[in-house]
């Protein structure tokens, strides 16, 4: 659940686990314990051990453990370079829904990992990471992106547990970056070019997008996916992850990259202007939530809002769904 | 409204302007915007650009401009050096209710202007500007004030939206200032002479105090206002406002200065130990609010608290009625 | 009451006096006024006089003292080097109830006092005190506890408003210490001697203990207290005192020292390990009340806390009195 304790650590194989940071005893921090040989989480006020799967293995000075004595184990699996926690019932776990995120174990690309934490709820991450017509004013900077972004509408599809985004930005007068976009993100654009972007954003809040650079002929006429056959010019991956931590506090996973035969140069400059870019973010975001906090209300939505107000609705009905599943099963 | 956020700006034409700081969009404060070349504000989030009086005039990608697009707009006056701002319904905005404060653009003073925060309810500051038998203890060190300010009782009257309060301290035994009172409060100042004061102070909290030096056998046996034909010794003016921003914090306005004719020199000794004065004021309000905060109660009041008495009536009895109209008008 | 602001100064006999830390007319704190020659207070916001028991004997520029002005005043005893306040009804105040602690003007030992303030609840530090079975974990580096602490169950007995608590450690493989133990900590331990330890805990959160080397054979059958003409081989003495002050903060008063012959520096050595202890107490406790902050619940119990489960049974019942009281008596 949101606002939990969890202890992340490696068992004795090297396993990624996760325990409710939090002793069942006195409810001191396993977090300040001690990770023995036998891969068992010793808590170190009262000195209570426990297994990698959170049951009680000793209890100093006392022969019988009782029944009571564990605390909650949550299913974790490590893929690309990021731990999937599911912090439901352990049952229900389903590894198939983790997405097929790229990380920096994949040779396909060259992906710089880093991490942010927001003073901001998810959800208005979450609006601005599926809406990118802010890209033209908050990132003219960093990203150098042109006015194209805002003027832009993409395709907003509904998918399972998300949205499909995709979109064409280009063409001899709507290049999607200035002139003075670092080098690394204009590789391949031309005025007989155009990016084409296709990302699956899926609850509760990740992203993982492909940007390629193509001849701009091959734009479909409506504007949908080009033919997968084609060899793009130029080629990007970024995979990111808005956990939320509590009702006003998110971690914000992410990785950055281009294709592997750009080079670590390009992958280098690529991340730098990344983190200066979400950096940008941060900034208005925690000023929208500061704002938000002063004055809740009701916002006035824009055409650009389709992406955003669509992800809302996904995570409504998954939340009344879970919610109705919790009090059936009770 | 107390509590809500504002963003002060100036028009094309130069003209202070107040708009909600809080694009109807998303909530991002419009303070992190851009002022355009025509005097419009434009959000730096989305994009969406507003006129001065807080109409949308533009969403980018969008031609249609739903009418739930606007931000509220606040009339602002602007005068004494500082923006009077009328936080309710426009067309209830009444510029006669600006007090004749002194600013730094008056030529009959030499005022020097300045602002302090506060962490108190704006109460305790008008209880503390209301009843200046404070002075003795609070402030001996800075203005180098006698006992004879906790001894007398000032005259204290109603008037429309606040009260007038007058007083004369003086004469050979009740000297208002200790002989080590800063050279400019002590200017005029004799066993033949007496400070005669008068202020009006008006909701929520503004102060306008003339003080004036005279010959003590000016005073009237009413212990009235001086002739008003009567030249005086020495003049000094001050005006004050103080300004909620919520529940426990204020904001604290000032201007102080001697007549035209003392010269800067004094302007500059007098501003000092004003900020001096008010930073010990600040230190035993802020105190104050910290124990009311912990165990709040009824007080005992003392004679001296005739002015305090007044003036929480005169806001009690707006608020009721203020509150009154909202609801008639809905 | 928990959480009232309370001024402690010396009256004019150099008696130590408890007053309401709130004047009663402006709330502003008397502990921001001054102590006159009479020992009386001077409030420094209105200057209103009060003296050393409450009644105000002064309000400048007032003839008549109405008889609400006073600020309540408590019973304040001052032995063993601390002073011991009753919060209630003075009349209910019962000097015989302070126990009998140990100071540093104690002639028997060398007593060195100490405090530290918490971030967490008074309990949670009465937990730790009621439960020696952390030292072997916690205190391992610097008191050099043995698991023998986390193995042994001391016998808890219920007395008068508390517990007392006594246990023996010791003998050829159980000794108390580590080899790396403090040289102070281990003067006089070896196969032939061992630790006796006895403490009373006495509500809200008083623990006066003493601990006494002795040889091996004179730990009788049933482990209970040595025969009282006994001269130990070495001796020790502690006093401590947990003093809530909100939900979620207490002030932790301490003194520890050997008898007088050990010296200076044994004392010396005694003190800084303790303050080293006492700061990994601190450490954990805190984090465990940050855990419950995000998550409260119900405890596994083990057999160790049985002094624990003892102490908050006798609170409980103290705490239930004592309202069933106030209730009576209104």
Not at 76 to 87: A, D, F, K, Q, S
Not at 145 to 172: F, H, L, N, Q
């Amino acid at each position: 659940m949101i606002g939990e304790p969890i202890m992340l650590f490696r068992d004795e194989n090297g396993r990624a686990r996760a325990l409710e940071d939090r002793c069942c005893h006195r409810f001191a921090p396993l977090s300040k314990g001690r990770l023995e040989a036998d891969g068992n989480i010793r808590c170190l006020y009262h000195c209570l051990k426990f297994s990698s799967d959170g049951r009680c293995t000793e209890i100093p000075g006392q022969d019988i453990i009782p029944d009571a004595a564990f605390v909650p184990a949550y299913e974790v699996e490590e893929r690309h370079g990021w731990l999937w926690i599911w912090m439901g019932d352990k049952n229900n776990a389903d590894r198939s829904l983790i997405p097929p995120a790229v990380g920096p174990d994949d040779p396909r690309y060259i992906m710089r990992p880093g991490r942010m934490d927001y003073e901001a709820n998810y959800e208005l991450i979450n609006d601005n990471l599926t809406d990118f017509s802010h890209l033209s004013y908050v990132h003219s900077a960093s990203f150098g992106a042109s006015e194209s972004w805002a003027d832009e509408r993409p395709v907003v599809r509904r998918i399972d547990r998300g949205i499909r985004v995709t979109r064409w930005v280009g063409g001899s007068d709507k290049s999607p970056v200035n002139d003075d976009a670092p080098e690394a993100l204009r590789s391949g654009l031309s005025p007989e070019t155009a990016l084409f972007q296709t990302y699956d954003y899926l609850a509760p809040g990740i992203l993982t997008m492909l940007s390629q650079v193509l001849p701009i002929e091959l734009m479909p006429d409506d504007r949908g996916p080009p033919d997968a056959a084609v060899v793009p010019i130029m080629e990007t991956f970024t995979s990111q992850a808005v956990t939320p931590i509590d009702d006003k506090h998110s971690r914000y996973f992410f990785a950055f990259g281009p294709w592997a035969k750009a080079g670590d140069e390009a992958a280098d400059q690529i991340y730098e202007v990344t983190k200066l870019a979400f950096s940008e973010d941060k900034e208005i975001i925690e000023a929208q939530q500061r704002i938000i906090n002063l004055k809740p209300g009701r916002e006035v939505m824009t055409s650009a809002d389709v992406g955003p107000a669509q992800m809302r609705s996904v995570i409504r009905k998954l939340i009344k769904s879970e919610t109705a599943y919790e009090v059936t099963s009770q």
